[in-house]
């Protein structure tokens, strides 16, 4: 290993009525989604902007801006191919993933195992690469609130 990085994200959407609440490219069964311009994916946002930042290769706005219609509802998923696509290109391997999803609600233990594999086969690593948690707010600030969701993530590139 010659060089080596680490990154980190952070991304936050708002319930919304009328769409599918994906996190980690995983339906999760629940009556709300989350607001924005593509499925917004909160989890796999964050963990976009981690690897670009660790990459030194800006972050998803720059990238899949939100003012281009062809990323309209998009699977967030194609947008980590990209971005893993990217990173290749430019020689960086993922060490690690470690993600946290900030919710009240919905409860995401349940879904844990199928979002790391889904991160996983998305970016053709080891299972053993991606680790993702869930906690609360115990009610505090706007996740508290159940308003919406955050997540961040980090990251460690390497060549």
Not at 53 to 71: E, M, Q, S
Not at 109 to 125: D, S
Request: hydrophobic letters at 40%.
């Amino acid at each position: 290993m010659s060089e080596y990085r680490v990154g980190n994200g952070f991304d936050v959407h708002a319930f919304a009525e009328n769409r599918k609440l994906v996190i980690g490219g995983v339906k999760i069964d629940f009556p709300l989604g989350l607001a924005g311009h593509s499925d917004a994916d909160v989890l796999t946002h964050a963990i976009i902007d981690a690897l670009l930042g660790a990459a030194g290769l800006g972050d998803i706005g720059r990238h899949f801006p939100d003012t281009d219609d062809k990323y309209k509802d998009i699977d967030s998923l194609l947008l980590l191919k990209d971005v893993r696509d990217k990173l290749k290109a430019e020689g960086w391997q993922i060490g690690n993933i470690d993600a946290t999803v900030i919710a009240q609600k919905p409860k995401l233990a349940g879904y844990i195992e199928r979002i790391e594999k889904t991160l996983a086969e998305c970016l053709a690593v080891d299972i053993s690469k991606i680790n993702v948690k869930a906690t609360t707010t115990e009610r505090l600030g706007f996740t508290g609130r159940e308003e919406g969701i955050a997540a961040l993530a980090s990251t460690a590139l390497y060549k």
